[in-house]
Protein backbone atom coordinates (compact mmCIF):
# COMPACT_ATOMS: atom_id res chain seq x y z
CA UNK A 1 0.00 0.00 0.00
CA UNK A 2 1.48 3.13 -0.73
CA UNK A 3 -0.95 5.45 0.23
CA UNK A 4 -1.06 9.08 1.89
CA UNK A 5 2.15 10.80 1.45
CA UNK A 6 3.47 14.09 1.60
CA UNK A 7 1.47 16.89 3.61
CA UNK A 8 1.71 20.12 2.44
CA UNK A 9 2.10 22.45 5.36
CA UNK A 10 -1.67 22.84 7.28
CA UNK A 11 -2.36 26.53 7.79
CA UNK A 12 -3.25 26.94 11.26
CA UNK A 13 -6.19 25.92 12.36
CA UNK A 14 -8.30 28.99 13.28
CA UNK A 15 -10.59 27.24 16.15
CA UNK A 16 -9.74 27.34 19.84
CA UNK A 17 -6.50 25.67 20.64
CA UNK A 18 -7.04 22.90 23.84
CA UNK A 19 -6.48 24.03 27.49
CA UNK A 20 -2.98 24.98 28.62
CA UNK A 21 -0.87 23.69 31.61
CA UNK A 22 -1.39 25.71 34.97
CA UNK A 23 -3.76 27.75 33.37
CA UNK A 24 -7.17 28.58 34.57
CA UNK A 25 -10.80 29.18 33.91
CA UNK A 26 -12.69 32.32 32.14
CA UNK A 27 -11.76 32.38 28.87
CA UNK A 28 -13.48 29.38 27.65
CA UNK A 29 -15.80 30.99 25.17
CA UNK A 30 -14.32 30.30 21.75
CA UNK A 31 -13.85 33.34 19.55
CA UNK A 32 -15.03 32.63 15.92
CA UNK A 33 -12.76 32.45 13.47
CA UNK A 34 -13.49 35.14 10.69
CA UNK A 35 -15.56 33.95 7.73
CA UNK A 36 -12.69 34.86 5.21
CA UNK A 37 -10.10 33.21 7.45
CA UNK A 38 -12.61 29.85 7.37
CA UNK A 39 -12.97 30.52 3.42
CA UNK A 40 -9.05 30.87 2.85
CA UNK A 41 -8.74 27.68 5.15
CA UNK A 42 -11.26 25.89 3.41
CA UNK A 43 -9.35 26.51 -0.36
CA UNK A 44 -6.51 25.32 1.15
CA UNK A 45 -7.30 22.15 2.75
CA UNK A 46 -9.33 20.96 -0.59
CA UNK A 47 -6.53 21.66 -2.70
CA UNK A 48 -4.32 19.58 -0.30
CA UNK A 49 -6.85 16.87 -0.32
CA UNK A 50 -7.10 16.45 -3.38
CA UNK A 51 -3.57 16.29 -3.74
CA UNK A 52 -3.39 13.38 -1.15
CA UNK A 53 -6.27 11.55 -3.00
CA UNK A 54 -4.49 11.55 -6.19
CA UNK A 55 -3.03 7.93 -7.11
CA UNK A 56 -0.85 10.10 -9.35
CA UNK A 57 0.49 12.03 -6.57
CA UNK A 58 1.09 9.18 -4.35
CA UNK A 59 3.10 7.18 -6.87
CA UNK A 60 5.25 10.35 -7.07
CA UNK A 61 5.94 10.60 -3.50
CA UNK A 62 6.77 7.45 -2.81
CA UNK A 63 9.15 7.51 -5.81
CA UNK A 64 10.93 10.77 -4.88
CA UNK A 65 13.49 10.01 -2.56
CA UNK A 66 13.07 13.20 -0.32
CA UNK A 67 9.50 12.60 0.25
CA UNK A 68 9.98 8.77 0.36
CA UNK A 69 10.03 8.41 4.05
CA UNK A 70 6.86 10.26 4.73
CA UNK A 71 4.97 8.40 2.15
CA UNK A 72 6.17 5.57 4.00
CA UNK A 73 4.99 7.25 7.14
CA UNK A 74 1.60 7.64 6.26
CA UNK A 75 0.99 4.45 4.85
CA UNK A 76 2.01 2.70 8.14
CA UNK A 77 -0.40 5.26 9.72
CA UNK A 78 -3.21 3.87 7.79
CA UNK A 79 -2.28 0.32 7.93
CA UNK A 80 -1.97 0.52 11.59
CA UNK A 81 -5.57 2.15 12.00
CA UNK A 82 -6.91 -0.99 9.57
CA UNK A 83 -4.88 -3.53 11.73
CA UNK A 84 -5.44 -1.70 15.11
CA UNK A 85 -7.87 -4.76 16.03
CA UNK A 86 -5.73 -7.71 15.06
CA UNK A 87 -2.98 -6.34 17.40
CA UNK A 88 -5.35 -6.42 20.57
CA UNK A 89 -6.22 -9.66 19.76
CA UNK A 90 -3.00 -10.93 19.78
CA UNK A 91 -1.93 -9.03 23.17
CA UNK A 92 -5.43 -10.56 24.58
CA UNK A 93 -4.41 -13.68 23.47
CA UNK A 94 -0.87 -13.61 25.19
CA UNK A 95 -2.87 -12.27 28.32
CA UNK A 96 -5.20 -14.79 28.80
CA UNK A 97 -2.34 -17.73 27.48
CA UNK A 98 -0.29 -15.84 30.82
CA UNK A 99 2.68 -15.76 28.06
CA UNK A 100 3.86 -12.66 29.66
CA UNK A 101 3.66 -14.46 33.42
CA UNK A 102 5.29 -17.86 31.28
CA UNK A 103 8.11 -15.62 30.32
CA UNK A 104 8.68 -13.91 33.61
CA UNK A 105 11.75 -16.26 35.09
CA UNK A 106 13.31 -15.89 31.37
CA UNK A 107 13.20 -16.72 28.72
CA UNK A 108 11.90 -20.07 27.45
CA UNK A 109 12.21 -22.76 24.72
CA UNK A 110 9.24 -23.08 21.60
CA UNK A 111 8.92 -26.47 23.20
CA UNK A 112 8.54 -25.23 26.70
CA UNK A 113 5.76 -22.88 25.87
CA UNK A 114 3.77 -25.22 23.77
CA UNK A 115 3.55 -27.48 27.27
CA UNK A 116 3.06 -23.94 29.05
CA UNK A 117 0.13 -22.71 27.02
CA UNK A 118 -1.38 -26.05 25.86
CA UNK A 119 -1.17 -24.44 21.87
CA UNK A 120 -0.16 -27.05 19.03
CA UNK A 121 3.44 -25.83 18.02
CA UNK A 122 2.15 -23.93 14.91
CA UNK A 123 -0.06 -22.00 16.63
CA UNK A 124 2.06 -20.98 19.09
CA UNK A 125 4.79 -19.65 16.29
CA UNK A 126 2.06 -18.01 15.08
CA UNK A 127 1.07 -16.53 17.75
CA UNK A 128 5.11 -15.62 18.75
CA UNK A 129 5.61 -14.47 15.69
CA UNK A 130 2.83 -11.74 15.83
CA UNK A 131 3.91 -10.71 19.29
CA UNK A 132 7.67 -9.99 18.54
CA UNK A 133 6.45 -7.79 15.42
CA UNK A 134 4.41 -5.42 18.27
CA UNK A 135 7.57 -5.64 20.67
CA UNK A 136 5.38 -8.05 23.23
CA UNK A 137 8.27 -10.53 22.59
CA UNK A 138 11.59 -11.00 21.78
CA UNK A 139 13.80 -14.05 19.62
CA UNK A 140 16.53 -14.78 22.35
CA UNK A 141 18.01 -16.85 19.74
CA UNK A 142 18.15 -21.32 18.88
CA UNK A 143 14.37 -21.50 19.22
CA UNK A 144 13.78 -19.53 22.23
CA UNK A 145 11.82 -16.56 23.10
CA UNK A 146 11.74 -13.89 25.79
CA UNK A 147 9.67 -10.37 26.98
CA UNK A 148 9.79 -7.70 24.59
CA UNK A 149 9.95 -4.51 26.04
CA UNK A 150 6.27 -3.71 26.07
CA UNK A 151 5.29 -7.40 27.35
CA UNK A 152 7.49 -6.41 30.26
CA UNK A 153 6.38 -3.48 30.94
CA UNK A 154 3.21 -4.93 31.01
CA UNK A 155 3.85 -7.58 33.78
CA UNK A 156 4.84 -4.77 35.67
CA UNK A 157 1.68 -3.38 35.77
CA UNK A 158 -0.77 -5.42 37.53
CA UNK A 159 -4.11 -4.11 36.48
CA UNK A 160 -3.66 -4.05 32.75
CA UNK A 161 -4.26 -7.89 31.96
CA UNK A 162 -7.65 -7.12 33.92
CA UNK A 163 -7.83 -4.00 32.00
CA UNK A 164 -7.21 -6.22 28.55
CA UNK A 165 -9.72 -8.55 29.34
CA UNK A 166 -12.42 -6.65 30.04
CA UNK A 167 -11.88 -5.00 26.41
CA UNK A 168 -13.69 -8.25 25.18
CA UNK A 169 -16.63 -6.14 26.22
CA UNK A 170 -15.82 -3.54 24.04
CA UNK A 171 -14.99 -5.16 21.03
CA UNK A 172 -18.11 -6.89 21.16
CA UNK A 173 -20.04 -3.63 21.73
CA UNK A 174 -17.74 -2.20 18.61
CA UNK A 175 -18.41 -4.78 16.67
CA UNK A 176 -21.09 -3.11 14.70
CA UNK A 177 -19.91 0.73 15.33
CA UNK A 178 -22.05 2.11 13.17
CA UNK A 179 -25.24 0.70 14.79
CA UNK A 180 -23.75 1.61 17.74
CA UNK A 181 -23.58 5.37 16.74
CA UNK A 182 -27.46 4.85 15.58
CA UNK A 183 -28.90 3.24 18.66
CA UNK A 184 -31.68 5.27 20.91
CA UNK A 185 -31.27 2.50 23.41
CA UNK A 186 -27.75 2.14 24.56
CA UNK A 187 -28.57 0.19 27.59
CA UNK A 188 -28.57 -3.52 26.55
CA UNK A 189 -24.63 -3.37 25.68
CA UNK A 190 -21.97 -5.37 27.07
CA UNK A 191 -20.27 -3.03 28.90
CA UNK A 192 -23.55 -1.10 30.18
CA UNK A 193 -23.94 -4.40 32.13
CA UNK A 194 -20.78 -4.72 33.21
CA UNK A 195 -20.96 -0.98 34.49
CA UNK A 196 -24.28 -1.78 36.17
CA UNK A 197 -24.82 2.25 37.64
CA UNK A 198 -24.48 3.38 34.08
CA UNK A 199 -27.73 4.68 33.20
CA UNK A 200 -29.42 3.03 35.66
CA UNK A 201 -31.77 4.96 37.72
CA UNK A 202 -31.83 2.26 40.67
CA UNK A 203 -28.52 2.07 41.29
CA UNK A 204 -28.31 2.35 44.94
CA UNK A 205 -30.11 -0.93 45.10
CA UNK A 206 -27.55 -2.91 42.97
CA UNK A 207 -26.74 -6.16 44.81
CA UNK A 208 -22.93 -6.95 45.55
CA UNK A 209 -22.74 -9.14 42.68
CA UNK A 210 -23.33 -6.50 40.31
CA UNK A 211 -20.88 -4.12 41.72
CA UNK A 212 -17.84 -7.26 42.29
CA UNK A 213 -16.45 -7.04 38.87
CA UNK A 214 -15.98 -3.21 38.08
CA UNK A 215 -14.38 -2.61 41.50
CA UNK A 216 -12.01 -5.75 41.81
CA UNK A 217 -11.11 -3.80 38.47
CA UNK A 218 -11.08 -0.45 39.28
CA UNK A 219 -8.91 -1.70 42.40
CA UNK A 220 -6.45 -3.57 40.30
CA UNK A 221 -5.75 -0.42 38.53
CA UNK A 222 -5.53 2.33 40.94
CA UNK A 223 -2.26 1.89 42.00
CA UNK A 224 -0.56 3.96 39.34
CA UNK A 225 -3.59 6.15 39.07
CA UNK A 226 -3.42 6.99 42.85
CA UNK A 227 0.26 7.72 42.16
CA UNK A 228 0.23 9.85 39.69
CA UNK A 229 -2.74 11.62 41.28
CA UNK A 230 -1.03 12.12 44.88
CA UNK A 231 2.05 13.13 43.42
CA UNK A 232 0.38 16.34 42.15
CA UNK A 233 -2.40 17.12 43.75
CA UNK A 234 -2.15 19.64 46.90
CA UNK A 235 -3.16 17.36 50.32
CA UNK A 236 -0.49 18.82 52.31
CA UNK A 237 -1.92 20.06 55.56
CA UNK A 238 -5.30 19.18 54.63
CA UNK A 239 -7.54 17.47 57.40
CA UNK A 240 -10.13 15.54 56.06
CA UNK A 241 -10.98 13.97 52.40
CA UNK A 242 -13.85 12.54 51.20
CA UNK A 243 -13.02 10.59 48.25
CA UNK A 244 -16.37 10.17 46.00
CA UNK A 245 -17.32 7.55 43.79
CA UNK A 246 -14.33 5.95 45.98
CA UNK A 247 -14.81 2.10 44.92
CA UNK A 248 -13.22 0.07 47.26
CA UNK A 249 -11.10 2.84 48.89
CA UNK A 250 -7.70 1.54 47.09
CA UNK A 251 -6.96 5.26 46.52
CA UNK A 252 -8.16 6.43 50.57
CA UNK A 253 -5.25 4.01 51.47
CA UNK A 254 -2.66 5.40 49.18
CA UNK A 255 -3.56 8.64 49.74
CA UNK A 256 -3.58 7.74 53.92
CA UNK A 257 -0.57 6.17 53.55
CA UNK A 258 0.93 9.11 52.02
CA UNK A 259 -0.50 11.63 54.50
CA UNK A 260 -0.88 9.89 57.96
CA UNK A 261 -2.44 12.75 59.91
CA UNK A 262 -5.42 12.57 57.39
CA UNK A 263 -8.94 11.34 58.23
CA UNK A 264 -10.43 9.66 55.29
CA UNK A 265 -13.66 9.67 53.75
CA UNK A 266 -15.42 7.35 51.00
CA UNK A 267 -18.95 7.94 49.48
CA UNK A 268 -20.37 5.22 46.65
CA UNK A 269 -23.00 3.03 46.17
CA UNK A 270 -24.15 0.69 49.66
CA UNK A 271 -22.72 -2.61 47.82
CA UNK A 272 -19.43 -1.01 46.93
CA UNK A 273 -18.83 1.24 50.40
CA UNK A 274 -19.42 -2.26 51.87
CA UNK A 275 -16.35 -3.36 50.13
CA UNK A 276 -14.54 -0.18 50.81
CA UNK A 277 -15.35 -1.11 54.74
CA UNK A 278 -14.22 -4.38 54.41
CA UNK A 279 -11.06 -3.22 52.60
CA UNK A 280 -10.32 -0.78 55.45
CA UNK A 281 -10.68 -3.02 57.96
CA UNK A 282 -8.31 -5.28 56.42
CA UNK A 283 -5.57 -2.54 55.97
CA UNK A 284 -6.47 -1.82 59.83
CA UNK A 285 -7.89 1.53 59.04
CA UNK A 286 -11.06 1.11 60.33
CA UNK A 287 -10.43 3.32 62.90
CA UNK A 288 -9.37 6.17 60.51
CA UNK A 289 -11.78 5.55 56.80
CA UNK A 290 -14.84 5.87 57.02
CA UNK A 291 -17.17 4.48 54.07
CA UNK A 292 -21.20 6.03 53.04
CA UNK A 293 -23.54 3.96 51.11
CA UNK A 294 -25.72 5.92 48.46
CA UNK A 295 -26.72 7.76 45.03
CA UNK A 296 -24.44 10.85 44.42
CA UNK A 297 -27.45 11.99 41.87
CA UNK A 298 -29.99 12.02 45.10
CA UNK A 299 -28.04 11.84 48.33
CA UNK A 300 -26.35 14.30 50.19
CA UNK A 301 -22.16 13.91 50.64
CA UNK A 302 -21.21 13.54 54.29
CA UNK A 303 -19.65 16.83 55.10
CA UNK A 304 -16.71 17.24 57.98
CA UNK A 305 -13.94 17.11 54.82
CA UNK A 306 -11.97 19.97 54.10
CA UNK A 307 -11.25 18.52 50.57
CA UNK A 308 -13.32 16.10 47.96
CA UNK A 309 -12.02 13.99 45.77
CA UNK A 310 -13.29 12.72 42.36
CA UNK A 311 -11.07 10.07 40.75
CA UNK A 312 -12.01 8.73 37.38
CA UNK A 313 -15.94 9.26 37.97
CA UNK A 314 -16.81 12.61 36.01
CA UNK A 315 -16.07 10.96 32.51
CA UNK A 316 -19.40 8.37 33.58
CA UNK A 317 -21.96 10.81 33.71
CA UNK A 318 -23.72 13.68 31.62
CA UNK A 319 -23.00 16.87 31.95
CA UNK A 320 -26.97 17.20 34.32
CA UNK A 321 -25.31 14.15 36.74
CA UNK A 322 -21.62 16.11 36.57
CA UNK A 323 -23.30 19.73 37.73
CA UNK A 324 -25.66 18.20 40.34
CA UNK A 325 -22.65 16.02 42.10
CA UNK A 326 -20.00 18.89 41.98
CA UNK A 327 -23.05 21.14 43.45
CA UNK A 328 -23.52 18.63 45.89
CA UNK A 329 -19.50 18.74 46.81
CA UNK A 330 -19.67 22.70 47.07
CA UNK A 331 -22.46 21.81 49.72
CA UNK A 332 -20.28 19.11 51.60
CA UNK A 333 -16.98 21.35 51.62
CA UNK A 334 -16.39 24.73 53.69
CA UNK A 335 -15.18 27.58 51.85
CA UNK A 336 -12.27 27.94 50.61
CA UNK A 337 -12.34 23.83 50.70
CA UNK A 338 -10.78 22.41 47.97
CA UNK A 339 -11.93 19.63 45.07
CA UNK A 340 -9.96 17.36 43.02
CA UNK A 341 -11.17 16.13 39.65
CA UNK A 342 -8.17 13.03 38.40
CA UNK A 343 -9.59 11.07 35.38
CA UNK A 344 -8.30 10.92 31.64
CA UNK A 345 -9.25 14.19 29.74
CA UNK A 346 -9.92 15.00 25.72
CA UNK A 347 -7.38 17.03 24.26
CA UNK A 348 -4.50 16.05 26.49
CA UNK A 349 -1.21 16.64 25.15
CA UNK A 350 0.29 13.69 23.19
CA UNK A 351 -2.54 11.45 24.23
CA UNK A 352 -5.26 13.26 22.09
CA UNK A 353 -6.25 9.71 20.41
CA UNK A 354 -7.00 8.39 23.99
CA UNK A 355 -9.31 11.10 25.13
CA UNK A 356 -11.91 11.61 22.03
CA UNK A 357 -11.52 7.91 19.64
CA UNK A 358 -11.02 5.63 22.95
CA UNK A 359 -12.89 7.25 25.81
CA UNK A 360 -15.18 8.64 23.36
CA UNK A 361 -16.48 5.21 22.20
CA UNK A 362 -15.88 3.32 25.16
CA UNK A 363 -18.19 5.53 27.29
CA UNK A 364 -20.81 5.57 24.14
CA UNK A 365 -20.56 1.82 24.50
CA UNK A 366 -21.64 2.24 28.15
CA UNK A 367 -24.12 4.06 27.44
CA UNK A 368 -23.41 7.54 29.80
CA UNK A 369 -20.65 10.03 29.85
CA UNK A 370 -18.05 12.02 28.11
CA UNK A 371 -14.16 12.36 28.00
CA UNK A 372 -14.00 16.55 29.05
CA UNK A 373 -11.54 18.85 28.05
CA UNK A 374 -10.22 20.99 31.06
CA UNK A 375 -11.95 23.86 29.89
CA UNK A 376 -15.23 21.99 29.39
CA UNK A 377 -15.07 20.70 33.02
CA UNK A 378 -14.18 24.41 34.08
CA UNK A 379 -17.38 25.61 32.89
CA UNK A 380 -19.63 23.24 34.57
CA UNK A 381 -17.00 23.62 38.48
CA UNK A 382 -17.67 27.37 37.59
CA UNK A 383 -21.61 26.65 37.57
CA UNK A 384 -21.58 24.67 40.44
CA UNK A 385 -19.59 27.33 43.15
CA UNK A 386 -16.11 26.72 41.98
CA UNK A 387 -14.23 29.79 40.81
CA UNK A 388 -10.53 29.83 39.27
CA UNK A 389 -10.16 25.78 38.82
CA UNK A 390 -7.07 25.06 37.50
CA UNK A 391 -4.62 22.32 35.94
CA UNK A 392 -2.09 20.93 37.42
CA UNK A 393 1.24 19.54 35.72
CA UNK A 394 0.35 15.86 35.48
CA UNK A 395 3.30 13.26 34.80
CA UNK A 396 1.25 11.15 32.22
CA UNK A 397 -1.75 12.74 31.02
CA UNK A 398 -2.26 9.38 29.02
CA UNK A 399 -3.18 7.87 32.41
CA UNK A 400 -5.00 11.15 33.82
CA UNK A 401 -5.23 14.62 34.42
CA UNK A 402 -5.37 16.55 37.62
CA UNK A 403 -8.08 19.97 37.72
CA UNK A 404 -8.24 21.34 41.20
CA UNK A 405 -10.11 24.50 41.90
CA UNK A 406 -11.14 25.98 45.75
CA UNK A 407 -15.11 26.06 46.46
CA UNK A 408 -16.33 29.61 46.89
CA UNK A 409 -18.81 30.95 49.20
CA UNK A 410 -22.43 29.84 48.62
C1 LIG B 1 -15.05 4.25 37.26
S1 LIG B 1 -15.35 3.89 38.93
C2 LIG B 1 -14.00 4.74 39.74
C3 LIG B 1 -13.72 4.17 41.11
C4 LIG B 1 -12.52 4.83 41.83
N1 LIG B 1 -12.71 6.25 42.02
C5 LIG B 1 -11.24 4.55 41.09
O1 LIG B 1 -10.72 5.43 40.40
O2 LIG B 1 -10.76 3.41 41.18
C6 LIG B 1 -16.73 4.93 39.32
C7 LIG B 1 -17.24 4.74 40.73
O3 LIG B 1 -18.38 5.62 40.88
C8 LIG B 1 -19.39 4.91 41.58
N2 LIG B 1 -20.71 5.47 41.24
C9 LIG B 1 -21.27 5.50 40.01
N3 LIG B 1 -22.48 6.06 40.05
C10 LIG B 1 -22.70 6.38 41.35
C11 LIG B 1 -23.77 7.00 42.04
N4 LIG B 1 -24.88 7.38 41.38
N5 LIG B 1 -23.65 7.20 43.36
C12 LIG B 1 -22.53 6.80 44.04
N6 LIG B 1 -21.48 6.21 43.43
C13 LIG B 1 -21.57 6.00 42.11
C14 LIG B 1 -19.24 3.48 41.11
O4 LIG B 1 -19.85 2.56 41.97
C15 LIG B 1 -17.74 3.35 41.01
O5 LIG B 1 -17.18 2.87 42.20
Redesign the pocket.
Known sequence: MTLPTTEPDTPPDPRPQPGVVASTAGSHPAAQPAPWREAWRDRWLGWRDRLLASPRFQQLAAAFPPTRPIARRRSRELFDLCAGFVYSQILLACVRLRLFQHLADGPQSVAALVARTGLGEDALRRLLDGAVTLRLVEPRGRDRFGLGVLGAALLGNGGLPDMIEHHALLYADLADPVGLLRRDDRRDTALARY?A??D?PA??A?PPDA?AA??RL??A??AF?ADEVLAVAPLAGRRGLL??????G??LCAAGARHPRLNLML???P??AARATARFEAAGLAGRATAH???????PLPAGADTV?????L???DDD?VLA?LRAAHRALPSGGLLVV??PMAEAPGAERMGAAYFGFYLLAMGRGRPRTPSALYTLLEAAGFPRPRLLRSRNPLLLQVVVAEAGSP
Open positions: WYANASLVYSMATQVDVGGGEAFFDLAVGGDFRVDSLVRVHDHTLAE
